[in-house]
Antibody
Framework: EVQLVESGGGLIQPGRSLRLSCAAS????????MHWVRQVPGKGLEWVSG????????NYAGSVKGRFTISRDNAKNALYLHMSSLRPEDTALYFC??????????????WGQGTQVTVSS | QSVLTQPPSISAAPGQRITISCSGS????????VAWYQQLPGTAPKLLIY???KRPSGIPDRFSGSKSGTTVTLGVTGLQTGDEASYYC???????????FGGGTRLTVL
């Protein structure tokens, strides 16, 4: 069974940094690209970033480009999102999601339960 | 403003059939695969349809997907109260080099 468990969320002040983690299990991690998607409570889904199976391809939404960095450690079956210069509008539930294939252009097929990030002074 | 356009809400009675449209452009829907996700209240999204019209194992055939040009459609037959959820379309946008989602459609089963 595919399992994705996010962690690292919390309350953080504007301008500070935070790193989210996603622990993957139940599948061959390095066969799949991975994504981060966020959702403000009561609002729609917003794709944040994607990374190919070998980290060769990294993609970001315009709203986070230059501030967020996605990475992965295939040896640890882990996905990360380093978020810097955080803004109140980054407040959301952040989902880790597995791509159906090994490249970032393919869409998610399994999702974690999310970790909440709240940016506020 | 979402790149993909969906109706914000739709309602129907149990047992009826509904369709949800999602329109985009040649840089996204027109030249890339589309997926549909169902998000029940308080839960993570769940894949309903992938590659425009395919169902993952475990998804009942009451759910269907189709594509014509730059528009995709999700169909649901035999509506059940358990289908009350938000539904999102998504695809890759080649111009943005990004995954894009529709704004979501909230389905109410009266």
């Amino acid at each position: 069974e595919v399992q994705l468990v996010e962690s690292g969320g919390g309350l953080i002040q504007p301008g500070r940094s935070l790193r989210l983690s996603c622990a993957a299990s139940g599948f061959t991690f390095n066969d799949h690209a991975m994504h981060w998607v966020r959702q403000v409570p009561g609002k729609g889904l917003e794709w944040v970033s994607g990374i190919s199976w070998n980290s060769a391809s990294l993609n970001y939404a315009g709203s986070v480009k230059g501030r967020f960095t996605i990475s992965r450690d295939n040896a640890k079956n882990a996905l990360y999102l380093h978020m810097s210069s955080l803004r109140p509008e980054d407040t959301a539930l952040y989902f880790c999601a597995r791509s159906g294939l090994d490249y970032t252009g393919y869409l998610p097929d399994h999702w974690g339960q999310g970790t909440q990030v709240t940016v506020s002074s | 403003q979402s790149v993909l356009t969906q109706p914000p809400s739709i309602s129907a009675a149990p047992g009826q059939r509904i369709t949800i449209s999602c329109s985009g452009s040649t840089s996204n829907i027109g030249n890339n695969y589309v997926a549909w996700y169902q998000q029940l209240p308080g839960t993570a999204p769940k894949l309903l349809i992938y590659d425009n019209d395919k169902r993952p194992s475990g998804i009942p055939d009451r759910f269907s997907g189709s594509k014509s040009g730059t528009t995709v459609t999700l169909g649901v037959t035999g509506l059940q109260t358990g289908d009350e959820a938000s539904y999102y379309c998504a695809t890759w946008d080649s111009g943005l080099s990004a995954v894009v989602f529709g704004g979501g459609t909230r389905l109410t089963v009266l």
